[in-house]
């Protein structure tokens, strides 16, 4: 089975790199405290995540920022957990056609929304989120460093040793909060 995601992944990637050189969007560098809207995207396969988001959405909102979140699952279906975070739109794998693009309505919705900044809060690979992330219309996309990532964030985090979500948001916090000239 592994054999098959990465033929998918393979072809995603052919696909994807046609669609998105065709693509010429200017972004800005944007600070927190510039943005209004922020758009989040995550891997909720592992509930950890979905626990340390929800506690950033909420920091957030403090700072009074509205938040719009997409999270990936992996699994087939999303209806028990879009009931314990009504303020998460999830896709799950079922929504994802054979190459690994995203086909649901909340994600076209999400890629469309001129966010001021879009937090790729993902530390592995996830194709998926790496679509809506390349192809939103977001003005600045930040996420972690990773080597096929370059395409999808226009400001990369190293995380160097810690890899963890709670680390790449210390980071984006620390980076997206500087004081900054001009």
Known sequence: MAGLK????KLHKAFFKKTYDKIDKP???????QASLIGIIFDASHEPNIETVQRYIKKLQQWQKKVHVLAYIDADKTDDIKLVYPNIDFISKKEVNWYLKPKSMSTSRFIKNKYDILLNLYTDECVPLQYVSA???????VGA?????LFCNDFLINLKEDKSLPALIEQIDH????????
Request: charged letters at 40%; aromatic letters at 16%; a positive charge.
């Open 6 to 9: 990465d033929i998918r992944t």
């Open 27 to 33: 972004r800005d560098f944007i600070s927190l405290k």
């Open 135 to 141: 192809f939103s219309d977001a003005k600045f996309r």
């Open 145 to 149: 460093y990773k080597e096929n990532n």
């Open 175 to 182: 980076y997206l909060n500087k004081k900054q000239n001009g």
